[in-house]
């Protein structure tokens, strides 16, 4: 079965600063991964996703991720956080059908 | 236009009423899902329309009845809900369902429901 886990409930960060926020993932066969950014009382925002090719994903708001098989990993990266990151961060996976994985999610809390 | 629209964004009922939920999307999508969110958790799938035909109901009571009356609508009908079923109910859409599973879900802003 399928499953993606996110370790961290929480990742705080200062303005300026690098942020990472981490996914590992478990599938049988070759993963399709997802970042999804969630802020408060709004839906879901589609960041991002790997399909195949090159490991770096670039995506939207300047958020990439890492795509890495041996690791089974796929966290999600910023060069320099914004206050208004601040925001809750899913990562999923699909793989069997049209059904989507989600992580429990990470809130990330950028700080002035 | 990536846009989901849900219709009402806040919805208060009894546990005797009877309330629908409303979803649209102009992007073409054949695939439309129902997902149940409680607060600072992962959103729950309910249902998935694969062309505007009930393809995946994951054991959700019969109080929840999805309606796909067209490629570009979705509903969501509650009759006698209880107050566990408070939540934040999202829409989402995407590309081609038949197997693609690369195509990403856009999602709506959702309806926040209260039951009393």
């Known amino acids: 079965a399928q499953s993606v886990a996110q370790p961290e409930d929480q990742v705080n960060v200062a303005e300026g600063n690098p942020l990472t926020v981490k996914c590992t993932y478990s599938?049988?066969?070759?993963?399709?991964l997802f970042w999804y950014v969630q802020y408060p009382n709004r839906g879901l925002q589609f960041l991002l996703k790997y399909i195949t090719g090159d490991n770096l994903v670039k995506g939207s708001y300047g958020f990439e991720a890492e795509f890495n098989k041996s690791q089974t990993s796929f966290h999600l990266k910023k060069p320099s956080a914004l206050v208004s990151d601040s925001a809750l961060y899913f990562c999923a996976v699909n793989q069997a059908g049209t059904a989507l994985i989600f992580g429990k999610g990470t809130t990330l809390s950028v700080s002035s | 236009d990536t846009e989901v629209t849900q219709t009402p964004k806040h919805l208060v009922m009894g546990m005797t009423n009877k309330k629908s939920l409303k979803c649209e999307q102009h992007m073409g999508h054949r695939a439309m899902y129902w997902y149940k969110q409680k607060a600072k958790k992962p959103p729950e799938l309910m249902f998935v329309y694969s062309y505007e035909k009930l393809s995946i109901n994951e054991s959700v009571p019969s109080r929840f009845s999805p309606e796909c009356p067209n490629s570009s609508l979705l509903n969501l009908h509650l009759h006698a809900l209880q107050p566990e079923d408070s939540a934040l109910y999202l829409c989402?859409?995407?590309?081609?369902?038949?197997?693609?599973?690369?195509?990403?879900?856009?999602f709506g802003p959702g309806t926040r429901l209260t039951v009393t």
């Open positions: 599938v049988s066969g070759n993963p399709y």
């Open positions: 989402a859409s995407s590309q081609d369902p038949r197997g693609h599973t690369s195509y990403e879900q856009y």
